[in-house]
Nanobody, 118 residues
Framework: QVQLVESGGGLVQAGASLRLSCAAS????????MAWSRQAPGKQRELVAR???????YYADSVKGRFTISRDNAKNTVYLQMDSLKPEDTAVYYC????????????WGQGTQVTVSS
C-alpha cells in the first residue's frame, strides 16, 4: 500500500555529512508517521529518528545534535541530514512509515548503506 525508496547513502570520512532521502508512493493520502532506523553488522536494528505527521521529532541519544529528520509533505519525502558522522554510524539505514492511527511502522524501504571511515 505504501512503497518507500531510500537514496543518498555512501562512503564518507569521519566528520563528513550525508543526507538520506526516502520517497513514499502509493497510499500516501493518509497521515503517515515516518522514521529512520539502522542496522549495523551483528547488531539489532535501532531507531535513529522519527517524525510525526505534524512534524514532532524524536532522536536516539546516539545521534542527538548531529542528525536532523525532516519531511516535505508536498513531495511525500522524508530526509535524514547526518552531520559529524562517526565510524559507529556505519550501518544500513532503513526508512519506515506507519499510519498515524496505528502504533506500528508497517512499511519499510530496502535500505541504503552508510559507511564512515576513520
Amino acid at each position: 500500500q505504501v512503497q518507500l525508496v531510500e537514496s543518498g547513502g555512501g562512503l564518507v570520512q569521519a566528520g563528513a555529512s550525508l543526507r538520506l532521502s526516502c520517497a513514499a508512493s502509493g497510499r500516501t493520502s493518509g497521515s503517515l508517521r515516518m522514521a529512520w532506523s539502522r542496522q549495523a553488522p551483528g547488531k539489532q536494528r535501532e531507531l535513529v529518528a522519527r517524525i510525526s505527521s505534524g512534524g514532532i521529532t524524536y532522536y536516539a541519544d546516539s545521534v542527538k545534535g548531529r542528525f536532523t529528520i525532516s519531511r516535505d509533505n508536498a513531495k511525500n519525502t522524508v530526509y535524514l541530514q547526518m552531520d559529524s558522522l562517526k565510524p559507529e554510524d556505519t550501518a544500513v539505514y532503513y526508512c519506515a512509515a506507519g499510519f498515524s492511527y496505528k502504533s506500528t511502522y508497517d512499511y519499510w524501504g530496502q535500505g541504503t548503506q552508510v559507511t564512515v571511515s576513520s
